[in-house]
C-alpha cells in the first residue's frame, strides 16, 4: 500500500536549517506531485510547498518564499523540504503529501495521501 514516511524533523535554534525528508513507497513517486504542509495545533493545516510530478514546477507559500526549497529524487522515491533562516513561527507538525498526476498547489483537498508528520520546533 501507499506509504510517505517524513523525518528530519527536531530542535534548531532560530535562523538555523533543517532538511526534511519523505521517503514514499507503494508508488512510482514520477506519477505523483508533492508537497509539504504544516500544522500547529488548534490551527487549519497549511501548504508550504509543492512540485508537480514532473518536477518542472514548484509552489510556495508567501511566509517562506526565498528561505524553503523543495525538490524529489525519483530515482529514491525521495521529497525534502531544505528549510533554511527558520522562525520560531515555523515551529508544527509537518506533513508530506502525494497526488497522483499533480500540479503540485497547495490545496489540502487535492491531495490522496498523507504521511504521519514530523515535529519542527523552532526555539532558542
Known amino acids: 500500500q501507499v506509504q510517505l514516511v517524513e523525518s528530519g524533523g527536531g530542535l534548531v535554534q532560530p535562523g538555523g536549517s533543517l532538511r526534511l525528508s519523505c521517503r514514499g513507497s507503494g508508488f512510482t513517486m514520477a506519477y505523483y506531485a508533492l508537497a509539504w504542509f504544516r500544522q500547529v495545533p488548534g490551527k487549519e493545516r497549511e501548504g508550504v510547498s509543492g512540485?508537480?510530478?514532473?518536477?518542472?514546477?514548484?509552489s510556495y507559500a508567501d511566509s517562506v518564499k526565498g528561505r524553503f526549497t523543495i525538490s524529489k529524487d525519483d530515482a529514491k522515491n525521495t521529497v525534502y523540504l531544505q528549510m533554511n533562516s527558520l522562525k520560531p513561527e515555523g515551529t508544527a507538525l509537518y506533513y508530506c503529501?502525494?497526488?497522483?498526476?499533480?500540479?503540485?498547489?497547495?490545496?489540502?483537498?487535492?491531495?490522496?495521501?498523507w504521511g504521519q508528520g514530523t515535529q519542527v520546533t523552532v526555539s532558542s
Open positions: 503529501a502525494a497526488e497522483v498526476l499533480g500540479r503540485g498547489e497547495l490545496d489540502a483537498g487535492d491531495y490522496d495521501y
Open positions: 512540485i508537480n510530478s514532473s518536477g518542472g514546477k514548484t
